[in-house]
């Protein structure tokens, strides 16, 4: 069983940066992509960025030039750099790994709250 566990989670203010980590129990080079999704209190989850395994990257329009996915093959670990953050970036922050037949794994999901 593939896990992935998050964290670097926590209460920031307005304008402040925070670093997301997503740890593999495997190889992150079995995954086609990983990304980074959120969850707003009321809201459905959404695509904040992922990076395929060849390193092309994908940006929900709202983090374009404040977040950066990147990762780090020999630790097995996904980052997600958040600055500037708003507010409006409250939300729990889950990681998905997607393997190439099309299967889905996700960690447990990080809080992060931006204070205005």
């Known amino acids: 069983q593939v896990q992935l566990v998050e964290s670097g989670g926590g209460l920031v203010q307005f304008g402040g940066s925070l670093r997301l980590s997503c740890a593999a129990s495997r190889s992150i080079f079995w995954f086609r992509a990983m990304g980074w999704y959120r969850q707003a209190a009321g809201k459905q989850r959404e695509l904040v960025a992922d990076i395929t395994s060849g390193g092309s990257t994908h940006y929900q329009d709202s983090v374009k030039g404040r977040f950066t996915i990147s990762r780090d093959d020999a630790k097995n670990t996904v980052y997600l750099q958040m600055n500037s953050l708003k507010p409006e970036d409250t939300a729990v922050y889950y990681c998905?790994?997607?393997?190439?037949?099309?299967?889905?794994?996700w960690g447990q999901g990080i809080q992060v709250t931006v204070s205005s």
């Open positions: 998905k790994g997607s393997t190439y037949e099309a299967s889905e794994y």
